[in-house]
């Protein structure tokens, strides 16, 4: 949100990242059952029982981080109910929220109404007892959400208010998720996954569908628009039916290189100029979930899974065989080799001179280091 001679602008924010983490009680505690077809829910931050039982003793919570120390993270934590953009600029903001586990079977499941057929345990917490009549116990859902390079003080919710809120639809192929949650071990614990990973029992997606753009949620969602505005939108959406969801057809969406960089700064723009000559990977480590991974190693052992994260294919090209993002910046954090320390691409752009010099730099930020004759030659 911007204020210039006594006009507001709403710019959307394109520098996220999400991740949907699941968890459920250890089985001699309570069963857990899968979502079952059609099941929709949703939550809110000032509900009765998100306030309690968190990470942090909420089921709301902010972090605003900085790298330090070579990539470690110092976080500064907000928790519960308004909603809190932190004023002070910092590396990325998270914010998470946990839903609700426990389910009314009698009240269906979502379609009418879907926000009473669900109940927070009563102390909060994924392993507290549920309330009478929400006998059915579900995965806990937490949406993790990272604003990328969050700069303070300018950011609010897109209907202007400060309770956060998440909504799901439930996806999952018929017992898949049931095969995973008897199958992997649950900790209990307040973490993000149980003891396992748990993708030996997911089925990796070699060709995933591609991004979406936003002139497919203009034909497909709704007819509006969506990047910036003048006022926040108000009232009902309208539009075409949504496409229907196949396990065998492909949604029609574009399949171009459509997002705008989220790796750069606000007041910068990326250059012209094209990377000229042969595409490579980044050499460099990037960040992913709190750890440090290669392109040739953690990318290359499961490219149909990991290629279609957020980020990869920009560091990746071409173990992802994405030859659309050779001539992207890395917006993932990466580890600068000569020093140590985590940049991402807009620090390179500081001083292109002298950091697009180092091969590995013009390899991560391609198009920031575009037409500077110091690049490797294979640039």
């Known amino acids: 949100m911007t204020e210039s001679g006594g006009q507001t602008t709403y710019s959307r924010v ?14 001699n505690i309570a069963s857990t059952s899968e979502f079952p077809p059609g099941f929709r829910m949703i939550a809110y931050s000032n509900q009765e029982g998100a306030g309690t039982g968190g990470e942090t003793g909420a ?26 953009f932190p004023t002070n600029t910092c590396d990325f903001l998270g914010i998470a929220f946990a839903m609700p586990t426990c389910w009314d079977e009698t009240k269906g499941i979502g379609t009418d109404n879907p926000f009473n057929h669900v109940a927070y345990t009563t102390d909060g917490t994924v392993n507290g007892p549920c309330p009478s009549g929400y006998d059915t116990r579900l995965p806990q859902i937490q949406l993790f959400l990272r604003i ?10 897109s209907d202007g208010g400060e309770v956060f809120h998440v909504d799901f639809m439930n996806g999952w192929q018929e017992n898949k998720l049931q095969e995973v949650i008897e199958s992997c ?10 003891d396992c990973n748990c993708d030996q029992f997911l089925t990796p997606n070699d060709n995933p569908s591609p991004q979406v753009c936003d002139s497919d949620v203009k034909q497909y969602i709704i007819d509006e628009e ?18 229907e969801k196949s396990w065998d ?4 969406f574009s399949n171009t290189d459509c997002v705008q960089d989220p790796g750069m700064d606000d007041d910068e723009e990326a250059g012209d100029d094209s990377v000229e000559g042969e595409c490579s990977d980044s050499s460099l480590q990037m960040k992913f979930k709190k750890k440090f991974r290669l392109c040739d190693e953690w990318v290359a052992s499961n490219p149909g899974r990991r290629c279609n994260k957020l980020g990869v294919r920009e ?12 001539q992207s910046n890395s917006i993932r954090p990466f580890v600068v080799e ?3 320390k985590t940049k991402r691409c807009n620090w390179v752009a500081k001083d292109v001179e002298e950091r697009c010099a180092y091969d590995d730099m013009c390899n991560t930020c391609r198009e920031t280091c575009a037409g500077i004759n110091t690049c490797a030659s294979e640039n």
């Open 14 to 27: 394109s520098q996220l990242e999400t991740s949907p983490y699941y968890r459920w009680p250890d089985p």
């Open 59 to 84: 089921n709301l919570f902010v972090e605003c981080c900085d790298y330090v120390n070579g990539g470690e993270e110092s976080c500064t934590n907000y928790e519960g109910n308004p909603l809190v």
């Open 148 to 157: 990328n390079n969050y700069q303070g003080g300018t950011y609010v919710l």
């Open 185 to 194: 071990q649950a900790t209990g614990q307040p973490g993000y996954n149980p």
């Open 226 to 243: 969506i990047e910036t505005l003048s006022e926040l939108p108000r009232g009902t959406c309208t539009g075409p039916q949504i496409i």
């Open 249 to 252: 057809v492909e949604p029609p």
């Open 315 to 326: 560091h990746c090209p071409v173990t992802c065989n994405a030859p659309e993002f050779c």
């Open 338 to 340: 000569e020093t140590g």
